[in-house]
């Protein structure tokens, strides 16, 4: 049994219990080959969640100080995050978004599932946020589906992304999967900035149909400094 294996076969019946998530749509999630999951991200859980709930593993991006905690805290965070599939990277840096870029497109040309949140960045007020085109390139590069997704409910369990989850009835948690996105018409055009907004803006589209969040046509980052 691998690490991914043993965590989703402890946590998975805890993550049930107390937060009761519903899941719909997983069976549009393809049972092989390379696949895109795309979709809002309205706090810190929806990493340890999205894993969890899929059939597959899924492999995504994380900052490399989530694994670099020398406390006990900090060594199990390493431990869980590594296990469901979190890649370390650090984003801070000048050449970050090509690392992140690079990684998925690694996972996805070995047949793997890669989770990405073209915000960029954790919503500050709920709303949904102008998407980045990294997800657009990945798409293109190596031809791979998009499933859009939405993360419904988690900002109440932990609102601010901060502190420990809450539990409660009004509390409960929805993971929505749309259809499949193909973009195979836009072969060979990933370096086409209107393309690449266009394939963005169209799985933001998705997304947003699926959580039924309020648009904002800016990055959460300038919102955020804002």
Known sequence: ??????IKAVLGPILRLLFRP?????????????????????????????????GRQVFFIGKDSYVTGRTLKGRLMAWFFTGVGMIP??????????????????????????????????????????????IARLTLMTGAPVVPFAMIGT???QP????????????????????????????????DRYVLRAVTDE???????LSGQEYVDMYATKAKAA
């Open 1 to 6: 049994m691998s690490r991914f294996q043993l």
């Open 22 to 54: 519903r899941v719909e749509g997983a069976g549009n999630i393809p049972g092989t080959g390379p696949v895109i999951l795309a979709g809002n991200h309205l706090t810190f859980i929806d990493s340890m969640i999205l894993p969890l709930v899929t």
């Open 89 to 134: 990277v650090d984003r801070d840096g000048g050449r970050g978004g090509v690392a992140a870029l690079m990684t998925g497109r690694r996972v996805l040309e070995e047949g793997g599932v890669f989770g990405i949140y073209p915000e960029g960045t954790r919503s500050p007020d709920g709303r949904l946020y102008r998407g980045r085109t990294g």
């Open 155 to 157: 900002d109440r369990v």
């Open 160 to 191: 601010g992304g901060k502190g420990l989850p809450r539990v409660g009835r009004d509390r409960r948690i929805t993971v929505r999967f749309g259809t499949p996105l193909e973009f195979g018409r836009y072969e060979g055009m990933d370096r």
């Open 203 to 209: 799985v933001m589209t998705e997304v947003m149909r």
